[in-house]
């Protein structure tokens, strides 16, 4: 685990600026930054596609929209947090629309604590896709360097007469002489030989 102190970025939607100080008092500078502060769905979405956030919070009602379907779209277009805050007589609704799709959901009036709860919550789902999508790069990699390995195996077997193995032990060789990867040393073949 690294320690090094991990910092969200935020997009409150919020027509409430009784509500806007009261979330400012739970998201500190050295935590989340930055922290941006709309009015309307219609500002939330060109401030999302201006940027990405790792959070977002909507404050329902708003004036242009209630918000449901922009919480929806951006959390399954993946990599924000979405937490919805609804009045509570509408809290059942709101959640079985939105809850499919990964929206967290609030009710109505929300106290501080609750607020530093569900905080917390989206922090450790964040961190965890995070993770999850590095693990996924990295195996991707690791696929495309297994990819362009064979490739230069191929070309070894069938331009130098090699058998697999040494065509292998060929590439890793190469590789270790000279401290780079393998997929260095396959490329260099596959340049050679294209």
Known sequence: MSLKKQVYSVLVVS???NFNAAVASVLPA?????VKYVGSISAAQRAAAERSYDFIIVNTPLPDDLGARFAVDKSSSGGCIVLLLIQGEHLDDAYNIVSPHGVYTLPKPVSQQSMIIALRWMRTTIDRIKRTEKKATSIDDKMQEIRL???????LISQEGYEEPEAHRYIEKSAMDRCVHKSVIAQEIINRYS
């Open 15 to 17: 027509s409430s600026d």
């Open 30 to 34: 050295a935590t989340y930054k930055p």
């Open 149 to 155: 390995v064979n490739r230069a195996k191929l070309l």
